[in-house]
């Protein structure tokens, strides 16, 4: 029989938020869903974002779970490398295999954390739950600031394109200006901004292709997720896309009443989780009703730095 937690235990498992205060709710969901848990979340406070790293701290948990099942990956992250959400779906896959798993997105999955989304079998959002566009996004250093700034791929080849055939119809004299323009654009780096475009596109494309689109053609999946693919119609890379509009897209969202017993425990998991990372001041925590994997800032600076 396990010993009993001490009073003073229970507070500063409360003060601090530690896995003590979570291991119920993981519990009662996991009865109510039929599959074990893993959260996956990530500090907004912080420059945060799905690296490689994260996928193995996943394929580590995986490993020790009984995926007979399945698994369900409850996610809040704001993004990251399309190659490590490209890793991470194969990952979760592989292991769970035919059951596959299913998303869980109390509040945000943005960008990469989208596409992981999209290589589940299903995503479970409420009507106030968000996904993303997953078109690549570059973070430059800007020594006037000391801050790490994204820019959209999709905008800077925009902007590249409109200016180049600016300065294809304009006249002799006036072609100056343009081509003192386009010599801040570096040749390599435009073809690299493309095929970063492609790739995130073909990959997207294949994760549904072999998942919840499969029954369409490349071309008509395309076209069915064109609001995922590019900013084109969301206007900028931040903007939401709510369960209404990818149901539109054939995806397979369930979306939860707000009010439901079932999204109240996904709610005051949530507000732990992100309680933990405020107050440890981690960067992520990838975690399940037994353990705690967690990310520091100081790994999070040096890899930003590097």
Same mark, same amino acid.
């Given at each position: ?42 500090? &907004? ?88 566009? +997953?078109?690549?996004? +570059? ?24 200016? &180049? ?142």
């Amino acid at each position: 029989m396990p010993k009993s937690r001490s009073l003073i235990e229970r507070i500063l498992d409360e003060q601090h938020q530690g896995l003590g205060t979570r291991v119920e709710l993981y519990k009662k969901l996991e009865r109510e869903l039929g599959r074990p848990i893993i959260a996956f979340y990530y500090n &907004f406070e912080t420059t945060a974002s799905l690296e490689d790293i994260d996928v193995d701290f996943i394929e580590e948990i995986l490993r020790n779970l009984d995926l007979s099942n399945g698994l369900v990956l409850i996610i809040n992250c704001p993004g990251g490398d399309i190659l490590a959400a490209e890793r991470m779906i194969k990952a979760l896959r592989s292991y769970c295999g035919d059951k596959g798993y299913f998303s869980i997105v109390p509040k945000m999955a943005m960008s990469a954390a989208t596409l992981v989304c999209l290589g589940s079998s299903k995503i479970i959002m409420s009507p106030t739950s968000s996904l993303g566009p +997953i078109d690549p996004q +570059i973070h430059e250093y800007n020594p006037d600031t000391k801050r790490y700034e994204r820019y959209s791929v999709f905008n800077i080849l925009k902007s590249y394109s409109e200016l &180049f055939n600016k300065a294809l119809k304009s006249r002799r004299e006036n072609l100056e200006p343009y081509l003192q323009a386009l010599e801040t654009y570096k040749p390599k780096v435009i073809e690299e901004y493309k095929s970063l475009m492609e790739l995130s596109k073909d990959i997207c494309v294949n994760v549904l292709k072999s998942g919840m689109l499969q029954a369409l053609s490349e071309g008509q999946i395309k076209n069915k997720i064109k609001i995922f693919l590019t900013p084109e119609v969301t206007k900028i890379h931040e903007r939401c896309i709510y369960p209404s509009e990818a149901l539109k897209c054939g995806l397979t969202v369930e979306t939860i009443d707000v009010k439901s017993k079932l999204w109240e425990k996904v709610s005051e998991l949530h507000l732990r989780l992100n309680a933990f990372l405020s107050d440890s001041g981690n960067a992520i925590v990838v975690e399940t009703k037994d353990a705690t994997f967690v990310r520091t800032l100081d790994e999070e600076n040096d890899e930003n730095n590097s």
